[in-house]
């Protein structure tokens, strides 16, 4: 079978990378993947299913995406040199993870397409150009200021009042780059802790849930989403996730509207996730935009008809999108490295749990707040599913001497 559509073979024969920017990639093609962590893992898996090759590049061995593609390139991202050579060596490039330089994008669609493009890579991997580009769009943000310095945050903080959040512009995640202000005198710790040159303040948000929507927008412009999932962090991380989210319907559909919104103003082909804080007024506000897969979408794996990873393969091959359909209420908790302090977990305890799937990413080592897995329940209903995952995470501990997780 054809790495692309036969007409699209040759047209990049006689024209170049260019001619096949609308073209299908068909199974068989090579994907090329920048980053190698799980998210690419799991990518790496719903490609090779559909009978794809992948290969990968980042500056890492053995890793988790690694471990399951068909080619690891270990090379640096600003090694432009290397990136352009990956992507002759593959048919489309697609990203793992946002923080991919943008000029590591750039070089590898001077050969191929890459989905979803660097312009959206430039938006989102900084939160003061996504805050920016939502509020022109008139989509709902926090107040906010951008700062770069400690006194320009004392400015900002007197206009916005405290409580307040302090986040690094670049390279933040899993509540990492993040100081919470309560008073004015804590900003010099503050910017001293966070060691960034620019920041976002943002008002604090009175929230009562917080929530996410993945969705999926094809080359055709068509978009599907897997509905609003209610979300519960734990140390800025995410902990767990509830498939649907326990809100008013109005609620939910007011947020995946919106997501569709953000999919069509960035112009994105590949999987994005808008990450949500429901105010206890019932009003939805955007925390963050992450143009990829995401954590609050790996129940899908187990509960959707098409995961978020093959939804990700279809748009960047030009496909048409699967059906995202829930087919049971899902529940999914994160397991971090914290878990291994005893040892190696009772995966026989955690496995006695017939309704509970096991998610391995193959890290070697597990270290406190590294995300080494997840479990996902199915039920018939959302408060059963978080009941029989938490039961389930609370057996890995050994020593038996574990407490369980309480109900969000």
């Keep these: 079978m054809g790495r692309l559509a036969p007409d699209a073979e040759r047209a990049r024969a006689r024209f170049g990378a260019a001619a096949v920017k609308h073209a299908s990639i068909l199974p068989g093609a090579r994907i090329g993947v920048l980053g190698s962590g799980q998210l690419g893992r799991m990518f790496a898996i719903a490609a090779r299913r559909m009978g794809y090759r992948v290969h990968v590049l980042s500056p890492d061995t053995d890793t988790p995406t690694g471990q399951v593609a068909d080619v690891e390139i270990v090379a640096d991202y600003h090694d432009l040199d290397r990136v352009r050579a990956f992507a002759r060596g593959v048919d489309v490039v697609t990203f793992e993870f946002e923080n991919v330089p943008c000029e590591a994008a750039e070089a590898a669609a001077e050969f191929v ?39 320009a945050t004392r400015h900002a903080l007197a206009e916005l009042g405290v409580p307040a959040v302090l986040k690094s512009a670049d390279f933040g995640y899993d509540g990492r780059g993040q100081r919470v202000l309560r008073a004015a005198d804590e900003v010099e710790a503050a910017w001293r802790a966070i060691g960034a040159d620019a920041c976002v ?23 599907a989403d897997f509905g609003f999932v209610e979300n519960r962090h ?21 947020a995946r509207e919106i997501t569709h919104a953000v999919l069509e103003a960035l112009g994105v082909v590949g999987v994005l996730c808008v990450e949500f804080f429901l105010t206890r007024a019932g009003s939805l506000w955007i925390n963050e935009v992450a143009p990829r897969p995401h954590n609050s979408g790996h129940w899908s794996i187990d509960a959707a008809l098409t995961c978020q990873f093959e939804q990700q393969l279809r748009a960047v091959c030009g496909l048409p999108l699967g059906d995202p359909s829930r087919l049971r209420a899902a529940a999914m908790a994160n397991l971090l490295g914290d878990r291994w302090s005893d040892g190696e ?23 406190p707040g590294r995300k080494m897995g997840h479990l996902t329940a199915l039920a018939a209903a959302p408060e059963a599913a978080l009941a029989d995952v938490l039961a389930a995470r609370s057996r890995m501990a050994r020593s038996g001497g574990a407490t369980p997780d309480a109900l969000p």
């Design 234 to 254: 734990v140390g800025g991380i995410l902990d767990v996730s509830i498939a649907p989210a326990r809100v008013d319907p109005r609620v939910a559909a007011r």
């Design 345 to 367: 977990p009772d995966w026989k305890a955690v496995a006695a749990a017939p309704n509970v799937k096991v998610h391995l990413y193959g890290k070697a080592q597990a270290k």
């Design 201 to 223: 303040l943002e008002a604090f948000v009175d929230f009562a849930l917080e929530g996410s929507v993945v969705a999926a927008r094809g080359l055709d412009g068509a978009v």
């Design 113 to 151: 397409p890459v989905r979803p493009g660097g312009g959206v890579l430039h938006v989102t991997q900084h939160r003061g150009r996504e805050k920016g580009f939502l509020a022109a769009h008139g989509f709902p943000v926090a107040p906010h200021a951008i700062v770069d310095s400690a006194e």
